[in-house]
């Protein structure tokens, strides 16, 4: 499983890295996570709203920062739970 | 009929009896916003951010996107600026959404109006000024904040910048990425999400920007400030906005101080400029806009917000009597 966090360094994208990992741990599958900061390849996934979250080249959640159980059940059922709730910062976040 | 009347009676219950503290005193004065502000911003924003946000659900950047491919100026830049309002703004998303707005063919100028109103006409500000300082100025804080962003949106596209973006950013080919729809369900718990997000990072701000705001209502001369920055000054207001420029505070923190600052004499539209610039215009944000605007478009971006907002200032000074009765 290639997990990939789509993200510039900001606060909730390191979090949603931490997260990421947790929930990876918790299920103990074997997966690599890499985070991506160049907004090239961010944008080739269409994505607009970082963080994002890929699994195996799929953006699976955009725009906010799930708990590590809600990531472990997205990574577990294959299902779609993207959000689009945006960073909702109230000024100044990340 | 005051809804919050409950929280004022429960106010003066925490600050006269059980602190004894009486209402003449500057201590009981400042004790009692205290404790009447911070439960009642706390509310309106968990009302207020989670209808907002459910309601945003329904118009994420993606679709936005889609629907400002066609449009043009002027149509383009005021629907722009409104979806701007609509979408919440994290300096991280701002490169992301510059660049799939761009890309997508959505003119320059237009593109600047979405991103000049998202961080100015923010959803916690909103609710703040509600909170502070009434229905009125709050929707006024919003048309003026639209106009802000319409009028140099428009300025900004006819200065054809194209040349001063990033080279890169041309050539970058984005994926349509749809998201898929959400559940009501999962609706109503993003919104929940949102709400303890939000309470979550802005908390302390209110609690000690009402603090602050608080002690200065209770113990600071009322119209102390009025001799440097009150209406007669007429340098106030583009000097509060080039304050407000480099300030780079959590707007929960701001409001309230700035609604002391109105108490004490400054002028209204003084404050509002200082606010908006403080607001709309953020290092972090510049830092981040660096990675797509070269360094003379991103002072052209600032310069013109600033004319615009002192502008907006100095007219809010004009309607004040009107506004503040």
Known sequence: ?94 | MDIFAPLQWLSDRITYDLFGLSPDSHLGAAVNFFFYDVPKIFLLLAVIVFVVSYVRSYFPPEKVRKYLTHRREYLGNILAAMAGVITPFCSCSAVPLFIGFVESGIPLGVTFSFLIASPLVDLVALTLLIALFGWKIAVLYLVSGLVVAIVGGIVLGRMKLEGEIEEYVWKIRMADAAPPEMTRAERVQGAKDQVVDILRRVWLYVVIGIAIGGLMHGFVPADLLARYAGPDNPLAVPIATAFGIPLYSNVAGVIPVAQVLVDKGVALGTVIALLMATVGLSAPEFIILRKVMKPKLIAIFVGLNFVTITITGYVFNWISPWLIG
């Open chain 1, 1 to 94: 499983m290639e997990i990939k966090i789509l993200g510039s360094g900001c606060a909730k994208c390191n979090q949603l890295e931490k997260v990421a990992r947790e929930a990876v741990v918790s299920l103990g599958i074997d997966a690599t996570i890499e985070h991506v900061d160049d907004f090239a390849q961010i944008a080739s996934y269409g994505v607009m709203t970082t963080p994002a979250l890929v699994v195996d080249g799929e953006v699976r959640l955009a725009g906010r920062v799930p708990s590590a159980a809600d990531v472990a059940r997205l990574l577990e059922s294959g299902a779609d739970t993207a959000g689009s709730g945006g960073c909702g910062c109230g000024g100044g976040c990340c």
